[in-house]
């Protein structure tokens, strides 16, 4: 281990390793809580940040992986703290997640700054629980793992293979078509989710997890792990190990997440055919780490890197075929002419050294470059008067029929209008009609909930459409598809265009000359900008208009504005 730091140089000793009134407080109290000398003098404190939560299904096993991290940390020679952080459960919170990712990030900054930490451990995995943590590690900077909660097995229904999100939408619109009855939509119910661990489609949680490990922030090949699989608990104690030797070593996240990095991880997440959701988060938190990323970078890196993973909602398979196929580390190694393999990772060594000896045993889950599921990755910007500051669409995961098109918008003002409407009869929508749904970004619904796969109305479902040009403010699900513009910047609720739309006005969507244009006149457009006004806030009180004073548009990253940047922050006096 290259030691740089003595234990006086230990953050900690501030707590522990002074002589005065408040340090004999910090002993004794750690003492109270039946700790020796021997247990904490001299040895880096570990805060291994939990997001453990009886109402999060992803993260059941966090409980018995916090057990395991203590077990690596004790082994190095560190002292663990455990802490709860707020759990950001996908399926149960509302309005969304996505409101309160910040106020995790948050949580996990000030937790490491106002306690004795000389490193964090974080557990996450469940979609926003990955960029928050890291959010607010980056800008605390001490030496950072993370441990990634694991995709959960197959889903299973009459011996044939369930993937998270994207089976659900699927069979759901077979129901609504007729084509599966009651009981069949029940057993798929109880075989879909059958371990712990994160969706195991390429949804945002595998997405977000996969951006974390190229990023180097947790130990090579973590990402892949099944969460019920035993090498997943024996990767947490190898974190816990890893992370003792960080503390010492002083190797911050500060000193692995440069450009190179977050250009990797861009990488990764498009030869993965990646959720649109990483487009936010790595934005979000590249400009954490002082880089000035902005959603044109993902398109010039989209157009030159191939979807190389035939993983569902792009592909075929899912999360626990991919771990067998290679993982990761095997998806990695053939993408080396494009990545930076000469920059450090958490693991103290080089991307290079760390991609060493993976392979690949199924070029059928993982292609080669020269069959790769698709020449292009999946992930492209779009602008035009409908979107001035860009948005986005999957276009790996759309019709290509559909990639260029001109119809008529079909407009739903908020999610209950479209509820309300979308399966009525007498819409006058038809298969080339365009789906417009407005007031769903991060101020308007609020939060930017995933409302962007719009439903196909029923009367066009039972005539055999299954796709159709939606576009929204809102985000999409990593594991939906569809031919989905998200992201729309400046959104709605903001005076955006998309506020401007009107039924019957023209829309045409060019994916590949990436533009997105309402075919109204500028004269008519202005008219109706006078005639606009904006919607009531949607928070008179709470952390909600906390959010709504702060929050930044979709292609900045949706995080605070006073949190993306500013002065740095002291460490907390002791007296
Ligand atoms: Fe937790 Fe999908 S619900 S990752």
């Known amino acids: 281990m290259n030691r740089k730091k003595t234990a006086e140089e230990l953050r900690s000793h501030r707590w522990y390793g002074v002589r005065d009134l408040r340090s004999f407080g910090h002993r004794s109290r750690t003492k109270q809580m039946g700790y020796a000398a021997e247990d904490y003098q001299g040895k880096p404190v570990i805060g291994i940040i939990n997001t453990w939560s009886d109402i999060n299904p992803c993260h059941t096993h966090f409980r018995d992986r916090a057990g395991e991290v203590k077990r690596g940390v004790w082994q190095a020679g560190g002292f663990p703290v455990e802490m709860p952080a707020m759990s950001l459960s996908e399926p149960f919170q509302k309005p969304s997640t996505m409101l309160y990712r910040n106020l995790l990030a948050m949580e996990t900054e000030e937790l490491l700054r106002s306690y004795p930490m000389d490193g964090a451990v974080l557990l996450g995995g469940c979609d926003k629980t990955t960029p928050a943590m890291l959010m607010g590690a980056i800008s605390m900077d001490l030496p950072t793992v993370f441990v990634p909660a694991g995709p ?32 069949a939509w029940e ?41 019920a699989d035993s090498n997943h608990p024996r990767m947490a104690s190898a974190s816990g190990r890893r992370i003792v030797e960080m503390a010492w070593e002083d190797l911050k996240p ?30 979000a938190m590249a400009r954490r780490s002082g880089i000035p990323l902005a959603l044109d970078r993902f398109d010039a890196l989209s157009r030159r890197v191939p979807v190389l993973a035939n993983i569902r909602p792009s592909g075929e398979y899912l999360m626990e075929d991919f771990y067998y196929a290679g993982g990761l ?11 930076n393999l000469d920059r450090p990772t958490v693991s103290g060594r ?8 993976a392979r690949v045993y199924d070029d059928e889950i993982i292609r080669p470059s020269d069959n790769p599921l698709q020449e292009e990755a999946g992930l492209a910007v779009l602008r035009g008067n ?43 929508v038809d298969r080339d009609s365009v789906l417009v749904l407005r007031g769903a970004g991060p101020l308007g619904a609020p939060g930017m909930p995933e409302w962007g796969m719009l ?44 506020a401007l739309v009107r039924d019957g006005d023209r829309v045409e969507l060019d994916v590949p000359g990436r533009r997105l244009e309402l075919k109204v006149g500028e004269q008519e457009l202005e008219h109706r900008r006078t005639e606009w006004s904006p919607p009531e806030p949607s928070y008179g009180r709470s952390y909600g208009a906390i959010y709504a004073r702060h929050v930044t548009q979709a292609n900045e990253g949706c995080d605070f504005d006073f949190l993306a940047e500013g002065p740095a922050v002291k460490e907390p006096e002791i007296h």
């Open 187 to 227: 057993e798929i119910e109880d075989g879909i989710a059958r371990s712990p661990g994160h969706c195991m489609t390429m949804g945002t949680a595998s997405t977000m997890t996969a951006a974390t490990e190229a990023l180097g922030m947790t130990l090579p090949g973590a990402s892949s792990i099944p969460a």
């Open 254 to 283: 500060s000193d692995i997440l440069d450009e190179r990095a977050y250009d990797d991880a861009i990488t990764a997440v498009l030869a993965l055919g990646g959720s649109t959701n990483a487009m936010i988060h790595l934005i």
């Open 350 to 357: 080089i991307l290079r050294e760390d991609l060493s000896g």
């Open 455 to 498: 439903p196909i109305p029923e009367k066009l479902l039972k005539k055999g459409v299954r796709d159709m040009v939606r576009i929204s403010d809102a985000r999409m699900s990593g594991t939906a598809y569809g031919t989905c513009v998200l992201h729309v910047a400046p959104e709605s609720h903001v005076g955006g265009t998309l």
């Open 386 to 428: 409908l979107a001035h500051d860009g948005c986005v669409i999957k276009h790996s995961a759309a019709d290509p029929r559909l990639l260029k098109h001109t119809g008529r918008a079909v407009v739903f003002d908020g999610y209950d209008d479209l509820a309300w409407r979308i399966n009525d009869p007498a819409l006058a």
């Open 329 to 339: 580390r095997g998806l990695l190694s053939r993408l080396e002419d494009s990545l």
């Open 152 to 183: 959960m097995l197959r889903g299973n229904w009459r011996g044939r293979t369930l993937g998270s999100g994207s089976d659900v939408w699927k069979y759901w619109d077979e129901k609504r078509a007729g084509v599966i009855d009651e009981s």
